[in-house]
């Protein structure tokens, strides 16, 4: 009931806000469920399992893809489809490839094999061997291909095997990418997409394990977005093809098993957008990408202990959607920023100072910002865990911040 | 003996003597119309350039030195070819050497790269190609725009920072583009020009076998000794030859890379061998002769417009001043520099076609004025033209200006006129 609710209201607040405050009131005394194990959906609604999962009670510190497992949800009877989140990547793709023949892929794996982590999957049957060109393992030339083929009327979707692979073509990425439609005086467009898996795995290591956002957004003329559900996922996918801009698309590799039911109908979401995935009165929590998750498991807790969080998922890295966080901010009064970028340089670096030069009047308590630690990531379970955030920081954080 | 005094700083290559031995120049198919033409002449040549206990390299001008061959390569100039070769080498000194005279009188600031000596090379693939076809430039770049047909009054005013610049005063001198001639850069950094141009090769593709489009174009990346030892080229002759792109690659060796000798930095320093490992034909050329080069282009231009794949073109040739105008140039030897100046492209060429009654003395005087003329005239323009306002200073950052985000109005940050005062923060 909780959950039909709260999904009500996520709709709803995003169409209006007048409509938002009063589905939150009646989400406040709607029941709340104390024991057993909640999993974290995609739109932040909260189910509860019991003994599926017995490994941890209440908190999950790493949860992230969690297979649906109440059969009702999957009743024929309602509208859309469910995806995992990588399908959702995928369909956003060949809609997007049906649609505009200019529009293709090239990286490593990505034809024959599928991609490393399937989201091309079955596409190079469908559209040809050039269209989804799997490339040699030269990340520096192909990503320049791609922005040469883009110069030229192409629209390529250039896919980092690992995002951390990139860092190798980071000098087409920045002066290229970034740069040349400035430095040809506007003479020419990049319309390219750059994606890939990244973030901090499980154990994957260092390398493999980037959070490459700072790195990124310095560069000028480079848009970013994160995308966290299936439902977002394939709408930025299809904003970032059909924009002008070089868009990097951030996939995190926990989570592309997500499942959600998305429209059947065709939809484009806005890339400058931040999405509301939970209204509340107390506090405002920002942040993106996996620790969206991390985030509304603390925010579970947190409602117990008598808080209202409002929960933003800011999705746009670059810009800043800084009509609905200042609008937030102004009703908040508090901030909290929970991210898995780096804490020097990183995205909540960024986002903080953007909010005290914009809000500072509105901000009765000092931003927080909870970031992931200035470490390599290491491979040792436990040590990695230390290394990004964790739910019980951010209750712990909150509290403070509302004292 | 080798006419390349580098040579003597490495008297004895233990295996240059080796690789000459293997060395053909062309790997192709035998097919290939290259051999037919002035490559079947390197290949007589090099067996005869021996001498004893001197590693004599096949890179050697004296090669393709041969009157006879010449004479044949040369059947296909008409006057009126030879006097657009003329003009537009003669367009490229004139407007390097102004770019000098401005830099010192402070009207040009930055690093400015000059093209003196290199003539040939860009005279001679750039006037063989369409208005569609490619082209893709290095920071050397300001006479490969001129060549494609840049006005040169847009290139000098984006010298001179100007709004009337053919990149609007955003580019500069290692900068250039123009859209409407298709010279897509303009690439500051060695090698990062090669991927784009592959990838411009490659949409040529895209367009014929996706598309369906009726498109033969052609691309033809520049770049220098320097960059050969770049991993970027390297991974681009692979791809190239992978999917047989339209594609020619073109090394203009002028045996510097700044300070450093090609033959200090290159293990093996014959570039156009290193073509035939990935399957791509590797010719080399005396770049100083605009005739012999545009043979060769001739050649490999077509040979990517039928779609039978790239190839590398290695012009040997030389530049005139420093590696920039900020360069006081005192590593190079004078003799060097002597030899390479009594082979002057266009000196060499305005011989030939006096000497074969192509053009006549007052036909070429009559061009030598009005590129005065032009050149000054495009001074007078850039001196003359406006600075870019302030407003223009966040405009094309963003093709899609939603990229500066949203302003706490609601609105699109770059429509607020604040936004372009103080910082541009988002």
Redesign the interface.
């Given at each position: 009931m909780a959950a039909v609710l709260q999904a009500a209201a996520l709709l709803m607040g995003s169409q209006t806000d007048i409509k938002r405050f009063r589905l939150r009131s009646a989400l406040r005394s709607a029941p709340v469920r104390h024991e057993g194990f909640f999993v974290v959906r995609t739109d932040g609604r909260l189910s509860a399992t019991s003994g599926v999962m017995p490994r941890r009670a209440k908190l999950i510190p790493n949860a992230v893809a969690v297979k649906d497992d109440t059969p009702a949800s999957s009743a024929a009877s309602k509208p859309g489809h469910e995806l995992l989140l990588f399908e959702a990547l995928r369909e956003g793709l060949e809609e997007e490839m049906d649609r505009d023949?200019?529009v293709?892929v090239m990286g490593e794996d990505v034809g024959h094999y599928g991609g490393s982590y399937k989201v091309t999957k079955g596409l190079a049957t469908k559209f040809?061997d050039?269209?989804v060109l799997d490339?040699?393992i030269?990340e520096?030339?192909?990503?320049?291909?791609?922005?040469?083929?883009?110069?030229?009327?192409?629209r390529p979707v250039i896919e980092g095997m690992n995002m951390g692979f990139l860092l190798l073509a980071f000098?087409?990425i920045s002066?290229?990418c970034g740069m040349?439609?400035?430095?040809?005086?506007?003479?020419?467009?990049?319309?390219v997409v750059i994606r890939g898996p990244g973030g901090v795995g499980r154990q994957l290591g260092a390398e493999h394990s980037q959070r490459l956002e700072s790195y990124f957004q310095s560069i000028?003329?480079l848009?970013m977005v994160a995308c966290s559900t299936p439902y977002n996922a394939k709408g930025l996918m299809k904003a970032a093809i059909r924009?002008?801009?070089p868009v990097v698309l951030f996939e995190h590799v926990l989570l592309y098993n997500l499942k959600e039911r998305i429209p059947d109908e065709d939809y484009v979401l806005c890339?400058?957008?931040a999405e509301m995935v939970r209204p509340g009165e107390h506090v405002t929590i920002l942040t993106y990408s996996r620790m969206r998750y991390h985030v509304m498991q603390a925010a579970k807790t947190l409602i117990n202990k008598g808080y209202d969080p409002e929960v933003i998922d800011i999705r746009?890295l670059?810009?800043?959607?800084?009509?609905t966080i200042?609008n937030s901010i102004k009703k908040t009064h508090r901030v909290l920023i929970v991210e898995e970028c780096m804490r020097t340089g990183g995205i909540g670096a960024s986002l903080r100072?953007?909010i005290i030069?914009?809000?500072w009047d509105y901000l009765d308590a000092p931003i927080m910002c909870l970031s992931s630690q200035d470490v390599p990531t290491p491979y040792a379970g436990t040590l990695e865990e230390w290394t990004v955030v964790q739910p019980a920081q951010i209750v712990a954080a909150v509290e403070q911040l509302c004292k | 003996m080798s006419s390349f005094s580098a040579l003597k700083i490495l008297p004895s290559h233990p295996i240059a003597g080796e690789y000459r031995r293997h060395s053909t120049p062309f790997h192709a198919a035998p097919a290939s119309r290259l051999l037919r033409s002035s490559g079947a002449n390197y290949l007589s040549s090099t067996s005869s350039v021996t001498a004893a206990g001197r590693p004599v390299r096949v890179l050697s001008a004296n090669v393709v030195s041969n009157e006879k061959q010449i004479g044949s390569a040369l059947a296909a100039i008409t006057s009126k070819e030879a006097l657009d070769l003329y003009e537009d080498m003669v367009l490229g000194r004139s407007f390097e050497d102004m770019c000098a005279q401005m830099y010192y009188r402070g009207k040009m600031f930055g690093f400015v790269h000059l093209y003196n000596g290199q003539e040939a090379v860009s005279t001679g693939f750039i006037r063989l190609l369409t208005a569609r076809d490619?082209v893709?430039s290095t920071y050397r770049d300001h006479v490969h725009a001129l060549s494609k047909g840049v006005p040169a009054r847009a290139v000098m005013a984006e010298l001179f920072g100007k709004a009337t610049?053919?990149?609007?005063?955003?580019?500069?001198s290692m900068?250039m583009?123009?859209?409407e001639h298709n010279l897509?850069?303009?690439?500051?950094?060695i090698g990062?020009g090669?991927?784009?141009?592959?990838?411009?090769?490659?949409?040529?593709?895209?367009?014929r076998?996706?598309?369906k489009e009726n498109c033969d174009d052609v691309t033809i990346a520049f770049f220098g000794d320097g960059t050969c030892n770049n991993?970027?080229f390297f991974?681009?002759l692979?791809?190239a030859a992978?999917w047989k792109l339209p594609i020619v690659f073109v090394v203009e060796n002028n045996l510097w890379a700044i300070g450093m000798s090609h033959f200090r930095a290159t293990s093996d320093p014959e570039i156009w061998k290193k073509g035939p490992p990935f399957g791509i034909p590797g010719v080399h050329v005396d770049g100083m002769d605009v005739l012999k080069v545009r043979e060769v282009a001739k050649d490999a231009v077509a040979r990517a417009r039928r779609g039978d794949g790239p190839t590398l073109v290695e012009c040997e040739t030389y530049r005139f001043r420093g590696h920039s105008l900020a360069d006081p140039d005192e590593l190079r030897n004078p003799d060097e520099k002597a030899r390479y100046s009594s082979r002057d492209p266009i000196a060499t060429l305005k011989k030939y076609v006096l000497e074969h009654n192509l053009v006549s003395e007052s036909e070429l005087k009559a061009i030598d004025k009005k590129i005065d003329e032009l050149v000054e005239e495009a001074v007078e323009f850039a001196d003359s033209s406006p600075a870019p306002p302030r407003s223009q200073l966040l405009?094309?950052?963003?093709?899609?200006p939603?990229?500066?985000?949203?302003?706490?109005d609601?609105k699109y940050?770059c429509e607020d006129p604040g936004f372009t005062q103080g910082t541009a923060?988002?």
């Amino acid at each position: 009931m909780a959950a039909v609710l709260q999904a009500a209201a996520l709709l709803m607040g995003s169409q209006t806000d007048i409509k938002r405050f009063r589905l939150r009131s009646a989400l406040r005394s709607a029941p709340v469920r104390h024991e057993g194990f909640f999993v974290v959906r995609t739109d932040g609604r909260l189910s509860a399992t019991s003994g599926v999962m017995p490994r941890r009670a209440k908190l999950i510190p790493n949860a992230v893809a969690v297979k649906d497992d109440t059969p009702a949800s999957s009743a024929a009877s309602k509208p859309g489809h469910e995806l995992l989140l990588f399908e959702a990547l995928r369909e956003g793709l060949e809609e997007e490839m049906d649609r505009d023949p200019r529009v293709c892929v090239m990286g490593e794996d990505v034809g024959h094999y599928g991609g490393s982590y399937k989201v091309t999957k079955g596409l190079a049957t469908k559209f040809g061997d050039l269209r989804v060109l799997d490339t040699p393992i030269a990340e520096n030339s192909f990503t320049g291909m791609g922005i040469g083929a883009a110069m030229t009327g192409l629209r390529p979707v250039i896919e980092g095997m690992n995002m951390g692979f990139l860092l190798l073509a980071f000098n087409q990425i920045s002066n290229n990418c970034g740069m040349l439609h400035y430095t040809s005086g506007g003479q020419f467009t990049i319309p390219v997409v750059i994606r890939g898996p990244g973030g901090v795995g499980r154990q994957l290591g260092a390398e493999h394990s980037q959070r490459l956002e700072s790195y990124f957004q310095s560069i000028p003329g480079l848009q970013m977005v994160a995308c966290s559900t299936p439902y977002n996922a394939k709408g930025l996918m299809k904003a970032a093809i059909r924009s002008e801009n070089p868009v990097v698309l951030f996939e995190h590799v926990l989570l592309y098993n997500l499942k959600e039911r998305i429209p059947d109908e065709d939809y484009v979401l806005c890339l400058e957008e931040a999405e509301m995935v939970r209204p509340g009165e107390h506090v405002t929590i920002l942040t993106y990408s996996r620790m969206r998750y991390h985030v509304m498991q603390a925010a579970k807790t947190l409602i117990n202990k008598g808080y209202d969080p409002e929960v933003i998922d800011i999705r746009s890295l670059k810009p800043f959607d800084l009509y609905t966080i200042g609008n937030s901010i102004k009703k908040t009064h508090r901030v909290l920023i929970v991210e898995e970028c780096m804490r020097t340089g990183g995205i909540g670096a960024s986002l903080r100072s953007a909010i005290i030069d914009n809000f500072w009047d509105y901000l009765d308590a000092p931003i927080m910002c909870l970031s992931s630690q200035d470490v390599p990531t290491p491979y040792a379970g436990t040590l990695e865990e230390w290394t990004v955030v964790q739910p019980a920081q951010i209750v712990a954080a909150v509290e403070q911040l509302c004292k | 003996m080798s006419s390349f005094s580098a040579l003597k700083i490495l008297p004895s290559h233990p295996i240059a003597g080796e690789y000459r031995r293997h060395s053909t120049p062309f790997h192709a198919a035998p097919a290939s119309r290259l051999l037919r033409s002035s490559g079947a002449n390197y290949l007589s040549s090099t067996s005869s350039v021996t001498a004893a206990g001197r590693p004599v390299r096949v890179l050697s001008a004296n090669v393709v030195s041969n009157e006879k061959q010449i004479g044949s390569a040369l059947a296909a100039i008409t006057s009126k070819e030879a006097l657009d070769l003329y003009e537009d080498m003669v367009l490229g000194r004139s407007f390097e050497d102004m770019c000098a005279q401005m830099y010192y009188r402070g009207k040009m600031f930055g690093f400015v790269h000059l093209y003196n000596g290199q003539e040939a090379v860009s005279t001679g693939f750039i006037r063989l190609l369409t208005a569609r076809d490619t082209v893709v430039s290095t920071y050397r770049d300001h006479v490969h725009a001129l060549s494609k047909g840049v006005p040169a009054r847009a290139v000098m005013a984006e010298l001179f920072g100007k709004a009337t610049g053919c990149c609007r005063g955003q580019g500069g001198s290692m900068h250039m583009f123009s859209r409407e001639h298709n010279l897509i850069g303009g690439f500051a950094f060695i090698g990062e020009g090669i991927p784009v141009a592959t990838g411009a090769a490659f949409s040529s593709k895209y367009r014929r076998e996706v598309l369906k489009e009726n498109c033969d174009d052609v691309t033809i990346a520049f770049f220098g000794d320097g960059t050969c030892n770049n991993g970027q080229f390297f991974e681009c002759l692979n791809m190239a030859a992978l999917w047989k792109l339209p594609i020619v690659f073109v090394v203009e060796n002028n045996l510097w890379a700044i300070g450093m000798s090609h033959f200090r930095a290159t293990s093996d320093p014959e570039i156009w061998k290193k073509g035939p490992p990935f399957g791509i034909p590797g010719v080399h050329v005396d770049g100083m002769d605009v005739l012999k080069v545009r043979e060769v282009a001739k050649d490999a231009v077509a040979r990517a417009r039928r779609g039978d794949g790239p190839t590398l073109v290695e012009c040997e040739t030389y530049r005139f001043r420093g590696h920039s105008l900020a360069d006081p140039d005192e590593l190079r030897n004078p003799d060097e520099k002597a030899r390479y100046s009594s082979r002057d492209p266009i000196a060499t060429l305005k011989k030939y076609v006096l000497e074969h009654n192509l053009v006549s003395e007052s036909e070429l005087k009559a061009i030598d004025k009005k590129i005065d003329e032009l050149v000054e005239e495009a001074v007078e323009f850039a001196d003359s033209s406006p600075a870019p306002p302030r407003s223009q200073l966040l405009e094309n950052v963003f093709a899609d200006p939603k990229g500066f985000g949203i302003g706490p109005d609601g609105k699109y940050r770059c429509e607020d006129p604040g936004f372009t005062q103080g910082t541009a923060q988002v």
